[in-house]
Every structure is written in C-alpha cells, then in structure tokens.
C-alpha cells in the first residue's frame, strides 16, 4: 500500500507495542530502529512517511487529541479515563485484552457503609459504583492497586485482570466485571480530514488483518 501523507503513530512500550507490530507488518510497515536496544522515542520505519512515537499508554490519547500523533493504540481502559475529547475510534484491534474489575477479599462486603475503592480508574469507578446508586470514596493511585486493602488503605480496589494470578498472589479475588477491555486505534479530529485518504488505507488494512487473526 501507499501512503500520501506523512504519518505518526502513537504506541506505548510493552503488550501493545509487540502486538500492535504484527498488524502494522501486515500494512507493509517494519520498523528500523529496535525498541528493545534503542533509546529513541521517535523510531523510524521502512517507509520515510510513517514514524512511530514512543510513549506511556496512559499519554497516547493526549499526543492524539493535541495532533502530536495522528492516530495511536490505546487501551479502552486508557481511553475511558481520558474522555475521548478531540478524538475518533473507528477500530478495536483486540489486542492486550484484559477486564476492568472490581476486586477485594472474597469476604468484602460490596454494599452498605460508603465504602472506599482504591484505584488508577477513578472514571470507570465512579460511573460503576454510580450506575449501580452506590456512594463510594474513590482513592487514586497510581500502580500496585492489590496492596491497598491489605494495608486497610481501601476496602475494594477497581484494577484490570487478565489471568487473576495477581489478585491470587496477594489473597484477593475478582468481585464484580465492570468491562471487556481492549486496544483500540485512536485518530486525531482534524487529522480524519485533513489526511483522510491515508488513514482511512491503514484502518482498512489492519481491519482486514483482525479479521484474519479472528478467523484463525
Ligand atoms: O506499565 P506502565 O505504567 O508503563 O503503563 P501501563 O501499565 O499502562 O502499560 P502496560 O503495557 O502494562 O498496559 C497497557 C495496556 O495493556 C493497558 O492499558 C490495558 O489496556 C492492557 N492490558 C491488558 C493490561 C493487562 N492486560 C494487565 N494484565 N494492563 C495491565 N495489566 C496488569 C494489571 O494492571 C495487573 O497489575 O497486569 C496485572 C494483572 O494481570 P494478571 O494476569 O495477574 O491478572
Ligand atoms: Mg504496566
């Protein structure tokens, strides 16, 4: 495929990056720079119009809504957080899947007194507790979620589970499923307009090479 414009993509290190590479190979772009042995956080590609942006998970929708990045792959989770301003969502790559969950020990009672919920989620939190008419006390942290009710600091955390091993490892255990998440492409507003032609070739390839993978 061609491209028409220069492109910048937004991908943050870890699962979403190796799974996001596979998908973008199959659009014809390789990276030139590795990652792993690399300290730019601007890697260049086969292809001299698409750059990839190096950056946290949590700041790929930012770099996308201010147009630092045209598009990105961001974790639903991140997404919610961040409200989606200034940005398009035309496509879940499901990839990195996991579920938004609320967690504590198995004997943690889930109603009654205004109970506090510690948390890196602390929109998909409320809105939950809210949905569900529940007044809670929402702490935000901003990793290691599980110690929390193990040190009496929250008596529910709101994290994501992939395997439940975590939770397992620290006497805790899912509660209640809040959502499904998954990596979704993000795309900058202006940038659907102004390069409309080349974002709509990438989606197209990498909505085929989902559609592939969900075959397999
Ligand atoms: O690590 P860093 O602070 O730099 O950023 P990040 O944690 O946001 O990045 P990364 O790469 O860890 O996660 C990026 C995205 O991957 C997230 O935004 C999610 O959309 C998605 N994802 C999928 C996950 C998981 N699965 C996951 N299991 N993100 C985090 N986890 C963590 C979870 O927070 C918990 O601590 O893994 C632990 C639970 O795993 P299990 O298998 O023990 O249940
Ligand atoms: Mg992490």
Redesign the pocket.
């Known amino acids: 495929m061609k491209f028409d414009t220069p492109i910048t993509i937004a991908l ?5 990056f190796k799974q996001t590479l596979p998908l973008l190979s199959e659009a014809g772009i390789e990276l030139r720079d590795d990652p792993e042995t690399s300290r730019k956080l601007i890697l260049d590609t086969n292809r001299p119009e698409v750059k990839i942006v190096l950056i ?3 700041d790929v929708p930012t770099y996308v809504q201010w147009g630092a990045a045209d598009l990105g792959v961001t ?4 997404l919610v957080e961040h409200g989606g301003e200034g940005l398009y969502e035309p496509l879940d790559l499901e990839i ?3 579920r938004l969950m609320v967690a504590g020990f198995a004997c943690a009672r889930l109603g009654g007194h205004r109970l506090r919920i510690a948390t890196k989620y602390v929109k998909a939190a409320r809105d939950h507790f809210a949905a569900k008419g529940q007044q809670v006390e929402v702490i935000k942290l901003y ?1 290691s979620m599980e110690l929390a009710p193990l040190v009496g600091l929250s008596d529910l955390i709101v ?9 397992k490892a620290n006497g805790l255990v899912p509660l209640e499923h809040i959502a499904d ?1 998954s ?1 979704r492409v993000v795309v900058n507003k202006a940038a659907w307009k102004m390069k409309h032609a080349t974002v709509e070739a990438l989606l197209e390839v990498l909505r085929g090479a989902v559609a592939r993978r969900g075959e397999a």
């Open positions: 943050s290190k870890g699962r979403i946290r998970a949590t974790g639903k989770d991140v990195a899947r996991c990793g994290d994501l589970v992939e395997s439940g091993n975590t939770l998440i990596s």
